[in-house]
């Protein structure tokens, strides 16, 4: 497994950009399709943006697409979603995680193995 810690979190106005990160620790991260999923209270766990092991793929949420932007560094052992643009409905908890099985860029939380422990992020209005 990969371990996981997310960082880059906080209160923005909206239209406002924030970027978040995620070091990883563990020999399987470069192998490792990345995403950033995220939670608002009282609402389900959302699929937001992934990434292939390599960096050439992505994919996002409807939600975010055109403004968010997933990367990755694996010199660094870091993933990093760059968010432009922020809305009050982007308010959440963003969770980065880890399929070491991912071929392709899945989308179900249920298919990620590794999970960091969360940032907060509060876009206020």
């Known amino acids: 497994q990969v371990q996981l810690v997310e960082s880059g979190g906080g209160l923005v106005q909206a239209g406002g950009s924030l970027r978040l990160s995620c070091e990883a620790s563990g020999r399987t991260f470069s192998d490792s399709v990345m995403g950033w999923f995220r939670q608002a209270p009282g609402k389900e766990l959302e699929f937001v943006a992934g990434?292939?092991?390599?960096?050439?793929?992505?994919s996002y949420s409807d939600s975010v697409k055109g403004r968010f932007t997933i990367s990755r560094d694996n010199a660094k052992n870091t993933v990093y979603l760059q968010m432009n643009s922020l809305k009050p409905e982007d308010t959440a908890v963003y969770y980065c995680?880890?399929?070491?099985?991912?071929?392709?860029?899945?989308?179900?939380?249920?298919?990620?193995?590794?999970w960091g422990q969360g940032t907060q992020v509060t876009v206020s209005s």
């Open positions: 995680a880890g399929d070491r099985d991912g071929a392709t860029i899945r989308r179900r939380y249920q298919d990620f193995d590794s």
């Open positions: 990434i292939s092991w390599g960096g050439t793929r992505t």
